[in-house]
């Protein structure tokens, strides 16, 4: 098996024919390495490859299968993950001048589990300045470009983890959601992606932005893919407190249970207001699919989500601007103006109503789920309401570019303040041939809901089997 058939296996497939030696971990590996050096001057979502180590990795894999010892369920599967997942003894560079050439002295926990569940890291991939841009920009590490149109963005903050899955580099990468990071990029470059459940994954050395808000979860090529790698990463952890200590359930016993009996709801009064209408078609198209999969669709109420808006911004703000005080301090030159700005806003919070958005979130997050999930099992929203803007469109240095910042994340943030997982999922392609998406909101640790869903609508549509061609490259980021 060649290189180009074996990256457009799935997950599963993968693991499998290592497992049966019919594709050795090691080419397998060398397949991503090749890939993601054939897409880095289109993409530039590398940090830094981990070559010799990956293929150390792999050949460890290849000899235990040789020796016929039992290995973990993605043994011998090549990922690439966002540059905050913290591996000792390697540099880990967080997209920012600040942390240049920072070696950590811990292994992240999400890493050390899918390293025990056999996968090889072949990369630390380019991201957001500190995971705190939802466009990607990125004036350190240069722009991560489209893999569909380089023109455009990728969405941040996990740009390197979108671009590097959909242009079929990777099986999957980690990246992280504090208010949105990985839904946007998921929907942005049309692949699948989890924010899970607040705690239903450790954090455990991971570049912290926002203890109450941040979560680590996968981008992948499909949802069977994603089921997989959450598995994987999923679970209660001595190191990280916030890491619920509850049960993982089994997410594929019930993945392939279809959609019928399955009630999705949609609330238009909020989420979807302002929605360009070529962006509304295709997800009208989408519900359609829902239908088609077995799914009804029923229309719900879900007053207050404008507020949450403010409540989910003074907490990430607050936190973030007060865990970057010190550097802002000493060192605020080697801050992009746009993220020094952000941060420094948060330091002007006052206390109070800091304190006052944290104290509401158990009753607002009651509040959603007795109004929502009473008459659904999943919330449909729109992650963007409009087409993916260009880079230098969406530049704040450009007119009108400083309002991407808030128009990008309107409908994902506020999720991360109610806690609640939130899965994206290809919905199509606009005008532009730049991808479309949507995200299914569940119950809190719900995810099998989601993964179930989500499976039976990718058994409908073929969105999430399409992939950019390497041929199609547009202009270079600006101030790349």
Excluded at 323 to 330: C, F, K, N, S, Y
Excluded at 441 to 462: M, S, W, Y
Aim: net charge negative; charged share 20%.
């Amino acid at each position: 098996m060649d290189g180009a058939a074996i990256m457009g296996l799935g997950i599963a497939e993968l693991a499998s024919a290592i497992a049966r030696r019919e594709v050795t971990a090691l080419a397998a590996t060398e397949a991503s390495l090749t890939a993601l050096a054939a897409w880095q001057p289109a993409t530039n979502a590398m940090a830094r490859p981990r070559a010799e180590a990956a293929r150390e990795a792999a050949s460890a894999v290849d000899a235990a299968i040789a020796a016929g010892r039992k290995l973990g369920p993605l043994a011998g599967v090549p990922m690439a993950h966002k540059d905050m997942y913290y591996r000792a003894g390697e540099v880990a560079e967080c997209g920012a001048k600040v942390r240049r050439g920072f070696v950590p002295d811990v292994t992240s926990t999400a890493l050390a589990r899918l390293d025990e569940a056999g996968s090889v890291q072949t990369a630390a991939l380019n991201m957001a300045e500190f995971a705190f841009n939802p466009t990607g920009h990125n004036d350190h590490t240069g722009h991560v470009r489209n893999p569909w149109n380089g023109a455009h963005i990728t969405g941040g903050s996990s740009s390197g983890s979108g671009a590097a899955v959909a242009a079929r580099a990777t099986f999957a990468a980690l990246g992280s959601d504090t208010g949105g990071s990985i839904r946007l990029p998921a929907a942005i470059c049309g692949v699948t992606g989890l924010k899970p459940t607040w705690g239903l994954a450790s954090r455990h050395g991971a570049m912290p932005l926002s203890a109450s808000l941040d979560t680590v979860g996968p981008l992948t090529r499909s949802v069977h893919d994603c089921a997989l790698v959450t598995q994987a990463i999923a679970g209660a952890d001595p190191n990280d407190p916030d890491a619920a200590d509850r049960p993982v359930p089994d997410y594929l016993a019930t993945i392939d249970a279809g959609a019928k009996g399955l009630v999705i709801g949609i609330e238009k009064r909020f989420l979807w207001d302002g929605i360009e209408p070529e962006v509304e078609a295709i997800l009208e198209e989408a519900l359609s699919a829902w239908r088609a999969a077995g799914a009804t669709i029923v229309e719900v109420e879900a007053p207050g989500l404008a507020e949450l808006r403010a409540l989910v911004g003074t907490i990430m703000f607050a936190e973030a601007g007060t865990l970057h005080g010190t550097w802002l301090r000493e060192r605020a030159d080697d801050y992009t103006p746009v993220v020094r700005a952000r941060l420094e806003s948060g330091l002007a919070i006052p206390a109070a109503t800091y304190l006052d958005a944290l104290r509401a979130r158990a009753p607002v997050t009651q509040a959603f789920c007795d109004a929502v999930f009473s008459r659904c099992d999943a919330l449909f929203a729109p992650v963007l309401l409009f087409p993916v803007p260009t880079i230098a469109e969406s530049d704040v240095r450009a007119e009108g570019g400083a309002r991407w910042s808030s128009a990008i994340p309107r409908n994902t943030r506020i999720f991360n303040y109610l806690g609640l997982p939130g899965l994206s999922l290809p919905s199509g392609f606009t005008r532009n041939g730049l991808p479309c998406g949507h995200q299914l909101i569940g119950r809190p640790f719900d995810e099998a809901t989601l993964f179930r869903a989500g499976h039976a609508f990718q058994r409908v549509t073929d969105h999430h089997l399409k992939a950019p061609r390497l041929s199609v490259q547009a202009l270079p980021s600006p101030h790349a």
